[in-house]
């Protein structure tokens, strides 16, 4: 993807917009199973009630009523299995892009997370999850420090670092210095967490709504 798009950040994009269109087909059976089973909830509710304190027994009744409407109770696990493996292979890709995306030997990594430790005078672990990040901050400030390694690592990370952005935004920079909002890189570097946050705000409110509505509408139609 990267190679495609020669932009870390649009290749993350373009990565997503290609994996939910994959999982298009699971996620739709998924919903649908989660409708199923609310439709049959209050027949287990009943099973529940009907058999309480006799777990065997109300496992085994349940477990009747969902292969009746052919529901398998564990419908949505794997969906939910494939997307954690994807999400932390993402994350993964993201805190590591001299990794994954630049190829640098784990030799040369080591190297640079020395020198980025010696800058900072604080040890830092090639195995942390933020080690390569903190390189290419420590890169971008001090580039000579660097110049040293082998393997073409300078010409390398300044060609991934010219692409290491998002709408003249660099993200190996740290929001908190830029206070000034003297650039509109700066502004939206402010904003895109406020917008994130607004959207996951209305978003969970439109859904408590949906809910409250279709929780009405079932049980006006229960008899």
């Not at 830092?124 to 390569?132: A, F, K, N, V």
């Not at 420090?145 to 952005?165: C, H, I, P, R, Y």
Request: aromatic share 10%.
């Amino acid at each position: 993807m990267y190679k495609i798009c020669g932009n870390y950040v649009f290749a993350l994009i373009l990565f997503t917009l290609i994996v939910r269109f994959l999982f298009l087909p699971a996620v739709y059976k998924t919903k649908l199973h989660a409708k199923r089973m609310q439709l049959i909830q209050p027949e287990l509710n009943s099973v529940r009630v009907k058999y309480k304190g006799n777990l065997a027994k109300i496992r085994e009744e349940q477990t009747k009523v969902c292969d009746r409407e052919g529901i398998h109770q564990m419908g949505s696990f794997p969906l939910s299995i494939a997307q954690i493996i994807l999400s932390f292979g993402v994350i993964d890709a993201i805190y590591k892009p001299l990794t994954h995306i630049v190829h640098i030997s784990k030799n040369i990594r080591i190297s640079a997370v020395d020198i980025a430790s010696s800058i900072l005078d604080q040890k830092l672990s090639i195995d942390s999850l933020s080690s390569e990040l903190t390189v290419l901050q420590q890169y971008r400030l001090h580039p000579d420090s660097f110049s040293g390694l082998s393997g073409g690592f300078s010409e390398s990370v300044s060609g991934f670092l010219d692409t290491f952005t998002l709408f003249g935004i660099n993200l190996s920079e740290v929001p908190m210095h830029m206070r000034d909002f003297s650039t509109v890189a700066s502004v939206l570097a402010w904003s895109f967490p406020l917008v994130y946050a607004l959207m996951t705000l209305v978003s969970g409110i439109a859904q408590q709504r949906r809910s409250k509505a279709k929780f009405s509408i079932f049980t006006v139609l229960m008899p």
